[in-house]
């Protein structure tokens, strides 16, 4: 199944629930930033979605997933609970990494997310690892590792692929082409702008997929995981997908014009998805208005969960730097 | 128990790595050429035919990505040992060692632990010039969310590793290069030991000298030699640089009234410095003389002999400096 | 009816310049809309809006910096209020409405506009206060400095702008009339020690470098104690630091029920020390710091002995009745840094003066180490508290119970005595002794019998023959 073969109907409802609730979290997000809500880096995934979301319904709660610091969608698709990340957001004790890492830095062991990373190309070496137990281990998962297009500039994207080809390690690569690494596009940090075809010197498989068809990236996805978990190495993805937003909640976007970004809306996941759904007859406007009441109650919610959450005392302040032993801290 | 085995510093690090991957199936070590060539200083040699390939894994020379991937590995269930060839070469792992093995635990509200212990080679003394003469301890020890220790003798060498990988966080093991030829008598064998805590070497009433690594054995030759003029140097063995037993050297303090911290990295934000700071903070009442410091040169360290050894920490100097506190 | 407010467009963002306006009141917006221009210091950047309805005011002129979250514009449903219209399209009828609002937002952060028209008198009361309190308003600095050196501010001259007194004037005020004894400076460990001896460390000759007083130079000063073998290796203390005796209270305690019990009278007798100098100097001659007898030691032996030799002084108040002590034994006074400790010197009369010196650096070092031995804690007879090195004139102080006496030193200085013809004054090094006792068991009469009898064993460094 390519990008025109026919969506099934379950599949693109599930995907494009996943989107929606990605997307208005964030809007969300947006709105407390701007009245302080939430304060520090926000990174907005919106117009990415069908990435994270075409990934990760592809994957098994026995995998690893190592995320970027634009996080929330991934934490989301995943299975974090929105109430606990919105939480995190606000630094509450229900966040789900306690208030300590907050936009950049979810995680949550229970779902195997093991975290946004906030250093460009520094989540690639532990996914490696992460592959690496669980090849020493047996325990028959597979790491994905999501990082962006900037990350391939990095020495430690080049040493983790020759790593993980190396040893035939079980990690799925996920490279989100938005184009811009912040705001320096890709052909103005790259010799060769062919992610897939960088990649595949080191000796792995690797293609270009659609990162706005979220089907297509399911579908990619899933050949990708098959591949990876039969033992036969990692594997990469190229995932063209463009942010609609600025690259940290607000910018002056002078590095692109609007007519680009206009193009690309035009291409927004969501609306694609639900056209198709429409045009299959597995959606209609009740449908959609059931959805995103649905969406609109799970985010509110999560915002009066979050208001509601519990400070950290401050003097728990040098908690969680060493493992607690006897109750105390080293 | 053989009360007359003598071994040497390298030796006994051997014996500390196989009896880590004999005592634990999840125990395995990595690095630039630990396996086939039998390490770069030939501290694993024998461990890959003792244990196969699988236990002992060549990586290519890529530090940020096999470093990362212990860390990744750590917290995926197993417990590498991660060898750096020396802590020059650490710097290009600097990335995966502050920003994810300090953090990761922090950052997930306490849910990711790092239990990876890596070990490098530290210091200078062998005319090998500046990029392979670094003593950088003082900066990872700067680092919340590391542990940090040096063994300086050979009981030490052997046992700290079994510590270290009981510890649930990333521990940064400081061998230094200066001793591997350093002879001991290691009679069980590696035993393990309390990381969170200094020791007295020498005793002494009149002087303190805090010290690790070969600064270590410069400073207990000085007060050798002292002893004949009649002082006597209390030295204490730091062994963690983090968290740092300062009130061991404060006890040591209370007793002689006078403290010369001797290291064999730079001087600006080193390690005396710290020590210094903590006992002015918490000592300053029996501070009889100014704190002194015995520390390298503030140069890169340089290949010809006698200019490295005259930028390097020896027991003439912290004699020196000894004295000049008695004074 | 809500508010569009500056938002937030950074970490480091505080404040916001509204550029242009992408909206006019009546204009229907949609969430998510760009209504406006902000520059914030690092960029300019459109900005959307997060509610949908009908623009029914602009609150904020372009041009405007103003906080985070301040109303920019009101949106409502349906059109705006025909009020409004003129706002962008008569400036006639805008003026008043866009100023009246506008004005107060705009000049909590810009410079404010020159007042138009006469100078209101306000601002002239204010300066003329400030300049009334120019002299004696104080800055905190010089404030905190004058409170910890203990300088009067209003005897101060001041020498800075408008007379105002500086750290400056602080300082020379407090070190102005400083002591023209030799001052060495003292190592933090060698002003402990001497500190518990009852010695002012800065007056000692000092051995060290520059003639720094080190802890060698506090005469009578024990060696280092024996260092430890190399401990095994100690395990983590798994309840916290050891329980300690807690002074505070127990002392509190002591003091209550002397205050409560005891009649309490006072004498005092200022002793001219030169005699004492003069036998202590030739007694010293010669000897390296560390073996010299020192004031604090001889003051001592000069009290035990008076109270062996007067009696009715040296014993305990016990069931209603004052039992006189066979032995001299002196408690000694010790400030530790967490409160006072007072161990015995037992036998003081008995000891000559080398021997008093090496006892009491010995209980003076134990009591600090926590180490005291039994024969430190024999209930003493009578108290000794010396106050000199801490610069007090004279100690005006509590009886132990059951003790009956205790005798208190100031500093020993050079004052001003009346000299031997009784018609001229000369300067001599004195000490001010008081005697507090206990009115159930002695007098004014013997009290002042036993501080004369301190004077004269001052003046005599021979002990007596030991029985």
Redesign the interface.
């Known amino acids: 199944m390519g990008a025109d073969a026919p969506v099934d109907p379950a599949l693109g409802l599930r995907l494009l629930r996943a989107m929606l609730r990605v997307r208005r979290f964030e809007e969300r997000c947006a709105e407390l930033y701007s009245s302080t809500a939430i304060r520090g880096f926000v990174h907005l995934y919106v117009g990415e979605e069908a990435v994270a979301v075409g990934v990760l319904d592809a994957l098994g709660p026995d995998d690893a997933v190592v995320a970027t610091y634009r996080d929330h969608g991934h934490a989301l698709a995943r299975g974090l609970s929105m109430r606990s990340v919105m939480a995190e957001m606000y630094g509450k004790v229900e966040g789900c990494s306690g208030g300590r890492g907050g936009s950049m830095h979810l995680f949550d062991v229970g779902h195997g997310f093991y975290g946004g990373n906030a250093i460009v190309g520094g989540g690639l070496p532990l996914a490696v690892g992460l592959a690496l137990a669980q090849r020493r281990t047996g325990s028959g998962g597979i790491t994905v590792c999501f990082f962006g297009e900037g990350a391939v500039a990095e020495g430690e994207f080049h040493e983790s692929m020759n790593l993980a080809a190396l040893w035939d390690l079980p990690v799925l690569f996920c490279c989100e082409n938005n184009l811009y690494a912040m705001g320096t596009a890709l052909e103005r940090s790259e010799s060769n702008v062919d992610l897939a075809v960088k990649a595949a010197s080191y000796g792995m498989p690797a293609w270009a997929v659609d990162g706005m068809d979220a089907p297509a990236v399911h579908h990619a996805t899933s050949r990708a995981v098959a591949a990876v978990r039969s033992g036969d190495g990692p594997v990469f993805l190229e995932l063209h997908t463009y942010r609609f937003r600025a690259h940290s909640m607000y910018d002056p976007e002078r590095y692109r014009d609007h007519e680009e970004v206009d193009r690309w809306r035009d291409r927004d996941p969501i609306e694609t998805l639900a056209a198709t759904l429409r045009g299959l007859g597995a959606l209609d406007d009740a449908g959609w208005d059931a959805l995103e009441a649905e969406v609109a109650a799970e985010v509110d919610d999560a915002v009066a969960h979050a208001e509601a959450g519990t400070v950290e005392p401050v003097e728990d302040l040098t908690r969680h730097v060493y493992a607690e032993r006897n109750g105390t801290a080293l | 128990m053989n009360p007359d085995r003598t071994v040497t510093y390298r030796e006994a690090l051997r014996e500390g790595l196989r009896a880590a991957l004999a005592g634990d199936d999840r125990v395995f070590l990595m690095g630039e050429d630990v396996g086939r060539y039998g390490g770069c200083f030939g501290v694993s040699l024998g461990l890959l035919e003792e244990f196969g390939p699988e236990r002992v894994m060549d990586t290519p020379l890529s530090e940020s990505a096999f470093v990362g991937a212990g860390i990744g590995a750590a917290i995926g269930g197993v417990r590498p040992i991660v060898e750096i060839m020396t802590v020059n070469f650490s710097l290009l792992a600097l990335d995966q060692i502050v920003n994810n093995a300090a953090t990761l635990r922090h950052m997930s509200g306490g849910q990711v632990g790092v239990p990876l212990v890596i070990r490098m080679t530290t210091g200078a003394g062998r005319q090998l010039a500046a990029q392979h003469s670094h003593s950088l301890e003082a900066w990872y020890a700067h680092v919340p969310g590391l542990r940090v220790v040096a063994p300086s003798t050979v009981a030490d060498a052997a046992g700290m590793l079994l510590s270290a990988l009981a510890d649930p966080d990333p521990v940064l093991v400081f061998e230094h290069g200066a001793l591997f030829g350093l002879t001991g008598e290691l009679p069980d064998g590696p035993v393990p030991v309390d990381l969170d805590r200094a020791v007295v070497r020498r005793p002494g009433r009149d002087v303190t000298v805090a010290a690790h690594g070969a600064a270590l054995h410069a400073s207990l030759a000085a007060a050798e030699e002292l002893a004949a003029d009649g002082v006597e140097v209390e030295v204490v063995d730091l062994r963690t640089l983090r968290p740092l037993d300062h009130d061991t050297v404060l006890a040591s303090v209370r007793r002689t009234g006078r403290l010369v911290v001797a290291e064999d990295g730079w001087r600006s934000g080193g390690i005396g410095a710290e020590l210094a700071a903590r006992v002015a903070e918490q000592g300053f009442w029996d501070l009889d003389a100014p704190v002194g410091r015995v520390a390298a040169a503030e140069v890169p360290i340089p290949y010809a002999k006698q200019l490295e050894d005259a930028a390097l920490v020896s027991p003439v100097r912290v004699a020196s400096a000894v004295r000049a506190v008695l004074s | 009816m809500g508010e569009f407010?500056m938002?937030?467009?950074?970490?480091d963002m505080e404040q916001g310049t509204l550029v242009e306006w992408r909206v006019a009141p009546g204009d229907s917006v949609r969430r998510?809309d760009i209504v406006a221009v902000v520059d914030t210091d690092?960029?300019?950047?459109?900005?959307?809006v997060?509610e949908s309805g009908v623009v029914q005011e602009l609150l904020v002129e372009p041009g405007a910096t103003v906080p985070?979250?301040t109303p920019l514009a009101r949106i409502g449903t349906g059109a705006a209020p025909a009020a409004a219209e003129p706002v962008v399209a008569e400036p006639v009828v805008a003026e008043p409405v866009v100023a009246a609002v506008a004005e107060p937002v705009v000049a909590a952060v810009a410079a404010p506009a020159p007042a138009p028209g006469p100078v209101p008198e306000a601002p002239a009361r204010a300066a003329s206060a400030a300049r009334h309190h120019a002299s004696v308003v104080l800055s905190p600095l010089v404030r905190h400095l004058a409170e910890e050196l203990g300088v009067d501010t209003a005897r101060v001259e001041g020498t800075g702008p408008g007379g105002r007194v500086t750290r400056d004037d602080v300082v020379r005020a407090a070190t102005a009339p400083a002591t023209s004894a030799p001052r060495h400076r003292a190592?933090?460990?060698?002003?402990?020690l001497a500190s518990e001896l009852g010695v002012d460390a800065e007056s000692l000759p000092g051995g060290?470098?520059d003639g720094t007083v080190?802890?060698?130079d506090v005469p009578g000063t024990p060696?280092?104690?024996?260092?430890?073998?190399?401990?095994p290796?100690?395990?983590?203390a798994p309840g916290g630091p050891a329980p300690q005796v807690d002074r505070g209270a127990a002392m509190a305690r002591t003091m209550e029920r002397a205050w409560r019990e005891i009649p309490h009278f006072r004498v005092a007798l200022e002793i001219d020390l030169e005699p004492m100098f003069e036998w202590l100097g030739r007694l010293n001659e010669g000897r390296p710091p560390a073996e010299r007898v020192l004031p604090a030691a001889v003051l001592l032996g000069a009290v035990a002995r008076a109270a062996a030799a007067v009696p009715g002084l040296n014993g305990w108040w016990r069931d209603g009745a004052f039992v006189e002590s066979d032995t001299v034994d002196v408690g000694v006074v010790v400030a530790l840094?967490d409160g006072l400790l007072v161990p015995t010197l037992a036998e003081a009369d008995r000891r000559g003066p080398e021997d008093l010196m090496a006892a009491l650096a010995g209980l003076v070092d134990r009591a600090r180490r926590g180490s005291l031995r039994s024969g430190d804690l024999t209930p003493a007879s009578i108290t000794v508290t010396n106050l000199g090195d801490q610069g007090v004139d004279e100690v005006d102080g509590i009886v132990h119970p059951p003790q009956v006496a205790l005798v208190g030193f100031g500093r020993i200085a050079p004052r001003p005595v009346a000299a031997a013809d009784g018609t001229s004054v000369v300067v001599h090094r004195t000490v001010r002794a008081t005697l507090s006792a206990d009115h159930r068991v002695t007098d004014g009469r013997r009290a002042s019998r036993f501080l004369r009898s301190v004077d004269t064993h001052l003046s005599r460094p021979d002990p007596p023959t030991p029985t």
Do not use: C, Q
Not at chain 3, 187 to 192: D, G, I
């Open positions: 407010r938002p937030s467009l950074g970490a998510g690092k960029a300019t950047i459109d900005v959307e997060f985070v979250g190592t933090p460990r060698a002003r402990r060290g470098t080190r802890a060698a060696p280092a104690a024996p260092p430890p073998t190399p401990p290796t100690p395990a983590p840094r």
